[in-house]
């Protein structure tokens, strides 16, 4: 049975340019996204102090890191079906209540391993934010805007940089003090956001099931092709995030503390460059440009797989790599906007969004065991570039056929 939609008359002006309402409503979703991504990577950034308190090998610190991460990916799927249904106020208040308990919980978990691995399941609620704050932005921005306001929201990702400057900090003055930080700002958002955030009143409510939505999002070939550029973008972006210090240790000798100042500088030219990709796409059709961003992706890869030294041409190499995976997790979600119905947004939001995040879990296992095997690095940029340019050839190809839905 095809969805029906509820419809009043249109929003004035969203034709043309963008009214007071949409810039508010980026503005706290984009507030939110930060927020609950801060709260989804409590865990990582304490890791170590987690692995010396309970005496972890590195596995086990490495799948307590991994749990919420792997549970907020895919828990975008039906939550970005159910803000299809309800609406992004409900859902951001919603879910950032919600997140308070493990957050909370957090603080009598961390004497014992097995109740971390349960808090960390739950504490995956809160990265699935991404799935709400899309389809919301997208309703209230034209074509013509829409890849810029993506991409600003798109920023709050870096939640995950937050958390990783703050959180040791806050620990190291008091155990307590990052979860209550956390927790108050997360039940303040909550109010916030039910006070501020409006869902657009023309806005198709489909009455399927849930399960119904989800299986036509996933019988859409689009879905599939956005979510592979997105692993790809997004993926790089997160895989980078998780292995890159390790790397730099590794085969550049760094200190701990180099390699992190590092790889928080990779991070920081992701987040600027999200919105760049956005803002390209409202001037150029967005396959354009993911297919112009994975080609930046490619060659610095080809050329770290030679091992270079790392000042400059390294440091260079990482930072384009960096420009050009932000860029693209930008405009592949300009894409979205451009080939998805409307009523679905949503729900392929979802899908896209957890392929993405566990795109990125893939290259450090690949990385990690190659050179375990071969003593080298060089066949994983390798591999990297294969996929970069394989996916800026399709997004060229393919994705500049697919008809635009406005």
Known sequence: MAATARTVPAVPGHDDVPSPAAYRNLIVATVGFTLTFWAWDLIAPLGSAFKDSLGLGSFPQAVLVAVPVIVGSLGRIPVGALTDRYGARVMFSAVSALTIVPVLLLIPARDSYVALLLVGFLLGLG????AIGI????????PARRGLALGIFGM???GV????????RLYKHDQHLPFLVVAAALAAYAVLSWLLIRDRPDRPVPSDPLVTRLGRAGRLRVTWELSALYAIGFGGI???G????????????LSPTDAGTKAAGFALVTVVFRPIGGWLSDRAHPAAVTAWALAVV????????????????GTICFLVMAAGLGAASGSVFALVSRVTPQPQVGSVTG????????????????????????GSYSIGFMLLSDLALAGCVYAAVRMRGVGNRD
């Open 127 to 130: 990265g699935t934010t991404f």
């Open 135 to 142: 389809p919301l932005v997208n309703s209230w921005f034209p």
């Open 156 to 158: 709050g990702m870096g």
């Open 161 to 168: 940089a937050l958390s990783g400057y703050f959180t040791p």
């Open 238 to 240: 997160v895989a980078f």
């Open 242 to 253: 998780v292995y890159l210090p390790t790397y730099l240790k590794a085969w550049y000798d």
């Open 298 to 313: 490619a060659l610095p890869a080809i050329v770290q797989a030679f091992d270079p030294a790392l000042d400059p041409l």
């Open 351 to 374: 899908i896209v969004g957890a392929v993405g995040g566990l795109g990125g879990f893939v290259p450090p296992l690949v990385m990690g065991a190659i050179y375990s095997g071969k």
